[in-house]
């Protein structure tokens, strides 16, 4: 047989609109699909399962600008954390629910004016697991950002 060279072939990524860099054709076909399958079922809420909305009214967040200083350091949050909140946090990261980012963002925008007070800033998210970005096929901090028109900046990891 032919000796292993240690050649693996790279993924194939590409752009998909409403995110932000390359993804893979699998993450490419899992946002197809669930964009496809909107189409054909209906959204409830994700805090109160109405139907027709992906979130009423009455159950988007509450925006309020709030911060804290955590071991010395200030942060801002753009939304009271609830039970509402944290619905609408669930269906985004764990049911595929990626319109929740309309709902979700001006919180994180809020929170990014505040923090930033007219300065420009670098957002850094939290690295996204591999395990979660192939099971999500997305990454929620570059959804949230994208809609804000911020870019997400990625640190080279460090050795
Ligand atoms: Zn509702």
């Given at each position: ?21 390359a993804?893979?054709v ?7 699909l669930?964009?496809a ?10 805090v ?7 979130c009423?009214v009455g ?9 804290r200083?955590?071991h010395?350091l ?14 609408i ?7 595929g ?9 001006p919180?994180?925008?809020?929170a ?5 007070a007219?300065q ?26 994208g809609?804000?028109g911020?870019?997400a900046v990625?640190l080279p990891a460090?050795?």
């Amino acid at each position: 047989m032919f000796p292993d060279l240690g050649w693996r072939p790279e993924p194939i990524r590409f752009a998909v609109p409403g995110q932000t860099g390359a993804v893979t054709v699998r993450a490419a076909v899992v946002a197809a699909l669930r964009d496809a399958g909107g189409l054909l079922l209906p959204q409830e809420c994700a805090v109160c399962s109405r139907t027709g909305v992906a979130c009423c009214v009455g159950c988007r967040p509450e925006l309020q600008t709030l911060v804290r200083t955590v071991h010395g350091l200030a942060v801002h949050s753009g939304a009271v954390w609830d039970e509402r909140t944290a619905a609408i946090l669930r269906g985004l990261k764990e049911d595929g629910r990626t319109g929740l980012a309309r709902v979700l963002s001006p919180a994180l925008g809020a929170a990014l004016r505040r923090a930033a007070a007219g300065q420009r800033v670098a957002v850094v998210p939290i690295p996204t697991g591999a395990a979660a970005f192939r099971r999500r096929g997305y990454r929620v901090p570059d959804l949230l950002l994208g809609r804000l028109g911020v870019p997400a900046v990625r640190l080279p990891a460090s050795s």
